[in-house]
Nanobody, 127 residues
């Protein structure tokens, strides 16, 4: 059973930056597209960003476009989420996920497309 472990969360002030990492217990080159999701208190989990197997295609939620960057390094079995210009509304538990689906996508894949999930890492942004 594949395991994904997130790290890099924490507390920052508005305007600050954080870099989340998601390390897999096996080669990420065996995964299809991967993604980041988040769940704020009292809200449903939502997609944040997704990246194709080779990293050539990415997609972002409108709320994070231009501020967040998703990347993956299959040689290190790791996916990243660079978060800049953080705002209080970015406060949430962030989850990484991996699928067994390949190919391109024109919008954020739904949660049901992802087979493996991490345990989440808390991001708190204060004003």
């Amino acid at each position: 059973q594949a395991q994904l472990v997130e790290s890099g969360g924490g507390s920052v002030q508005a305007g600050g930056s954080l870099r989340l990492s998601c390390v897999a217990s096996e080669s990420t080159s065996s995964y299809g597209y991967m993604g980041w999701f988040r769940q704020a208190p009292g809200k449903e989990r939502e997609g944040v960003a997704a990246i194709s197997t080779g990293g050539g295609r990415t997609n972002y939620a409108d709320s994070v476009k231009g501020r967040f960057t998703i990347s993956r390094d299959n040689a290190k079995n790791t996916m990243y989420l660079q978060m800049n210009s953080l705002q209080p509304e970015d406060t949430a538990v962030y989850y990484c996920a991996a699928s067994q689906l390949y190919g391109s996508f024109t919008h954020l894949p739904a949660q049901g497309a992802f087979k493996y999930w991490g345990q989440g890492t808390q991001v708190t942004v204060s004003s």
